[in-house]
């Protein structure tokens, strides 16, 4: 299975509304409960204002179309991270699935999917 890297630092918030998201970015995610407004965008697009934020998240994809009847895809690259004590933020889209580590854990994490068989795409 393929893995892309991105290129850039990330950060996961909590809002008080959508009016500072910039949505033209290629990359930001927002979740909405009926507790919380969450969002991971790139970290020099924070919004100005936020009620919460953690810096410092490196991110890569799975690489290409997951259909929907595929099971275990997460939880594979999970449980290799989390028996080399790496956490993990998981963000799917329609399309695929997204893994956000710790920076300090970003180049670890990627190595130690590539020794398991992951093909690491740059």
């Known amino acids: 299975m393929k893995l892309k890297r991105i290129e850039r630092e990330f950060s996961v918030c909590r809002i008080p509304d959508l009016s ?8 930001c995610f927002v979740g ?4 919380e407004l969450s969002l991971v965008c790139p ?14 998240w490196g991110m890569f994809r799975i690489e290409g179309v997951l259909e929907f009847s595929l099971v275990g895809v997460l939880a594979g690259i ?6 080399h004590q790496i ?7 329609y399309n695929t699935d997204y893994i956000l580590t710790r920076q300090e854990d970003y180049e670890n994490a990627l190595s130690t999917l590539e020794q398991t068989g992951y093909q690491i795409v740059r």
């Open 20 to 27: 500072e998201v910039d949505f033209q970015d290629a990359f």
């Open 32 to 35: 909405k409960t009926d507790e």
């Open 43 to 56: 970290t020099e697009k924070v919004p100005a204002r936020t009620l919460a934020r953690a810096d410092g």
């Open 78 to 83: 999970s449980a290799v991270l989390a028996a």
């Open 87 to 93: 956490g993990i933020f998981a963000v799917s889209t």
